[in-house]
């Protein structure tokens, strides 16, 4: 363990952050994460958890919890514009443990979060500090020195050997310490909803995600029977981040009756999510590295921004315990992950551009849709699906 017996900080207790202390705390590591607000947020929606992912949580314990808060779908039903019927419906469910090692499932982020930090409670070596309003970081070659702000409190300094911001798509960590970019704004705005099941009965299946695609648009929807709602997320193009108070459209929703039933029951109900991307090679500099959407935010068109950041956890968690150095740690880091991680944001980008693909080149993706059939999918996402943090 680098510098032994000396504390490990994180900088945010999201995802990422939480996934990272509880694998560094199995290898026996002090972990301190540093939480600005002043418990878990349960703001956000619906997340999915890929086998590439699922993979890591299971192997640190996660299983049980995960399963008891998420939901396997048996598919993904995909809907051109206006069609009655799916085109296809893609399947996941039992195959893609029997294909991958693990399951796809979905869940709400809070549940995620929540499971990650009653984890983290089981293990005396990980100390969450919530309602930390500032902290200041120095550096030197001992390590860092984390001088906190609590609320209500006298500031305190605390020594370790190293510093991970896992602090969001707009990190401090990114921005000050490595002197990194300013998240770029992606031009589009995800719309978030959450709704009871029975507003879409007879709508989407109750037991599969569905995809529906529209003039400048696409909508995922999918159960959360945990919770007893359905997630929604419609993600159009927004020429800047001030976004109004419900999705603007380029259709009359009467052209499809599906996505006017759904526009209906969710009215009032939508919350505007500005994307932005990260585009940096700096994901370290001396004993401070980032990770997460810290480190490489990207477009969500693959729905995998939470398991790049779990990928990471697992990635790095080792390599920070068996590097006297946390430098060398984070470079080996850096350079094993870089590669992987433009793939999967270069493949969101190119979903992003096919998904809101103009007639009549729409009709062409459907068609590439149609033949591609049920199974076509894994075989194509085999390299993301498969990737295994274990067998680098």
């Not at 994180?10 to 290898?27: C, Q, V």
């Not at 949580?57 to 396997?72: I, N, P, Q, T």
């Not at 719309?191 to 003039?215: H, K, N, T």
Request: aromatic share 8%; glycine share 10%; net charge positive.
């Amino acid at each position: 363990m680098p510098a032994a017996g000396r504390s490990i900080f994180i900088a945010g207790a999201g995802i990422g952050g939480l996934t990272l202390a509880l694998a560094l705390a199995k290898f026996g590591a002090h972990v301190v994460v540093l939480e600005r607000s002043t418990g878990l947020s349960a703001f956000g929606a619906g997340l999915q958890i890929s086998p590439n992912a699922r993979r890591v949580l299971d192997r640190l314990g996660l299983s049980d919890a995960l399963s008891a808060r998420s939901f396997e779908p048996a598919g993904i039903d995909v809907y051109p514009f206006a069609r009655a019927n799916p085109l296809v419906t893609m399947d996941l469910g039992g195959v893609m443990p029997e294909r991958f090692g693990a399951a796809y499932s979905v869940m709400h982020r809070a549940d995620l979060a929540e499971a990650l930090y009653e984890a983290c409670r089981r293990f005396a070596n990980i100390d969450v500090l919530f309602g930390v309003d500032d902290w200041q970081v120095q550096t030197g070659d001992s390590g860092v020195a984390v001088t906190i702000q609590e609320a209500g409190a006298q500031s305190r300094t605390l020594r370790g050997a190293a510093l991970i911001g896992a602090d969001g798509v707009h990190s401090r960590t990114r921005t000050e310490l490595l002197t990194g970019p300013a998240a770029t704004y992606a031009g589009r705005i995800a719309w978030r909803g959450l709704l009871p099941m029975e507003a879409l009965a007879g709508q989407i299946a109750p037991d599969r995600v569905s995809v529906l695609f529209g003039p400048g648009l696409h909508l995922v929807c999918y159960p959360l029977p945990h919770r007893r709602q359905v997630n929604l997320v419609l993600f159009n193009r927004h020429k800047d981040e001030a976004a109004a108070d419900r999705p603007t459209l380029a259709f009359k929703p009467s052209r499809s009756t599906r996505l006017q039933a759904i526009f209906a029951a969710a009215a009032g109900q939508w919350t505007p999510w500005p994307l932005y991307t990260v585009a940096t090679d700096r994901w370290h500099r001396g004993p401070v590295a980032v990770l997460g959407d810290a480190a490489h935010a990207m477009e969500p068109f693959q729905a995998q921004g939470a398991a790049m950041a779990i990928e990471d956890a697992a990635v790095l968690a080792p390599l920070l315990v068996a590097n006297a150095n946390p430098a060398e740690a984070f470079a080996r880091y850096q350079a094993s992950r870089q590669a992987r991680v433009r793939r999967v944001a270069a493949l969101s980008r190119s979903n992003g551009r096919i998904f809101h693909l103009p007639w009549p080149l729409s009709a062409a993706r459907d068609v590439g849709i149609r033949l591609q059939g049920r199974r076509g999918h894994l075989r194509r996402l085999q390299w993301l699906y498969g990737f295994d943090t274990d067998a680098r």
